[in-house]
DNA sequence: CATAACCGCGAACGCTGTTTGCAGTTTACA
DNA sequence: TGTAAACTGCAAACAGCGTTCGCGGTTATG
């Protein structure tokens, strides 16, 4: 557990999406991709993602841990797939009109709401991600939600990726909340620490933290630097969905 | 790999710096734990995490994978004894004094530095931390840093976290920026990324993206406290054309 | 001195992802 | 139509992992 991340694509070989599912000689397969995708959520839903190994996917299925190969070629694919399975049910995706930032938000919120709804995936993130189709479609929605931000695209992209990144962590916090548990030591050699623990309790935290962090973080990269050309609000620019 | 995280203090044992480092009765140990804390760590600067196995470790100690566990529990008390080690090289911490934005920032640095330099960082915390004597040297720090700031306790380890979040954000986003490729699909059911692809491209990225992410993160989060004007300017949003 | 505790060691357990060879089935092509 | 290639399912096996167990030898305590 908690080892280097791997991706399908690692492996050099094509993701799995651009393989065909099944060959055009033999009898047809007694699974389909989709029922394995779906069995695999199914039990990762249930017991995490390590409750997710070939066997137990195979027993599953009713079928034995090497016949998974006639469908993946590694593990790695299935987690590829029961990923960008998951990122589908985002949609539908808003339309753009709207304050960018508030859609940006709806997005992230969204996002965070699956990672609820499927723990593992905060896991399954670990690893450079493979994307899919679904996935694809889910940064289409932030371009077209990014669209009336006259900035650079690579600040777009930077945008996205924090967003997401800081999704990842508020869901990481949240799954794991109980568990930050600090040990009983010697607090005198940790001054602040110790003074910190002995104010009296704070009144409940800010309910709405996801919020504010990320409208801090979004002005804050997209239109924060009015000098720089590369990035931050310059002239209006009509701009219609889907033209160059 | 990339399965559900664990920690030493998941089994419900006490974390293992409360431990008698060996007994009182039989032969002195052939090592110590600072012996396999180094040795562990050098194999995973130079072949990542998962060349740390209990096997290798062992061998390159020059003994058998069973015998580490008179040493440790578990292997993930190994892992925390190894995030512990690094973490000291965080060592010296600034003064308290100056501003604390700045001093943040600096302590984000030298965290990303330590990523840099030990990136099998990056996959040991994917694990609920254990917190240990040097990472509890390193709370205290960031605390006398923004001792200046007042606002409840709770915003600030609010900070905190964030903080070293993001920065395991950039340190994930370095290490695996070369494996990010969008693979070839019909783009064409993509109009917005498709756009994207076909502006020309744009200049380099800017190379500050981490100060100012931060800058925003913790401007934003830390300066809404009313009443508080040490903490910089409350309504950050600022005026972007398309933005209701 | 005896006893209990500890150390190093090697073999083994249960688990993992993955590979391989075999038998049976379906399709494509000559 | 016949044959060969390609494909499927399956069980066994392989290599690796973290971890446990029982063994003899060593050390400190009562």
Redo the contacts with the bound molecule.
């Keep these: ?1 908690s080892d280097a991340p791997t991706n399908s694509a690692g492996s050099g070989r094509q993701p799995i999406w651009s393989r065909p599912e ?10 389909s991709r989709d029922d394995i995708v779906t069995a695999a959520i199914a039990l990762a839903d249930a017991a995490g993602l ?7 996917l195979a027993t599953a299925l ?17 987690l590829d797939l029961m990923t960008d399975r998951v990122v589908g049910e985002l949609r539908p995706y808003p339309e753009a009109g709207g304050d960018w930032l508030d859609g940006m938000l709806e997005l992230a919120r969204r996002q965070l709401a699956l990672y609820r709804r499927h723990p593992w995936l905060i896991d399954v993130m670990h690893r450079p991600p493979a994307i899919g189709p679904e996935s694809l479609a889910w940064f289409d929605a932030c371009l077209r939600v990014m669209t009336p931000v006259d900035c650079a695209i690579t600040a777009k992209f930077e945008a996205i990726a924090m967003t997401t990144g800081v999704v990842t962590l508020f869901a990481r916090s949240e799954a794991t909340s109980a568990a930050v548990t600090f040990p009983r030591f010697d607090v005198t050699a940790y001054p602040h620490l110790a003074a910190a623990f002995a104010e009296p309790q704070a009144p409940p935290p800010r309910r709405d933290l996801f919020d504010r962090t990320l409208r801090s973080l979004l002005t804050g990269l997209l239109a924060t630097d009015p000098g720089d050309p590369t990035c931050g609000p310059r002239d209006i620019r009509p701009t219609v969905p889907g033209s160059t």
């Design positions: 557990m099944r060959g055009a000689r033999g009898p047809a397969p007694a699974h390590p409750a997710v190994s070939m066997r137990a009713g079928t034995g841990a090497g016949s998974l190969y006639r469908y993946l070629s590694s593990r790695d694919d299935l």
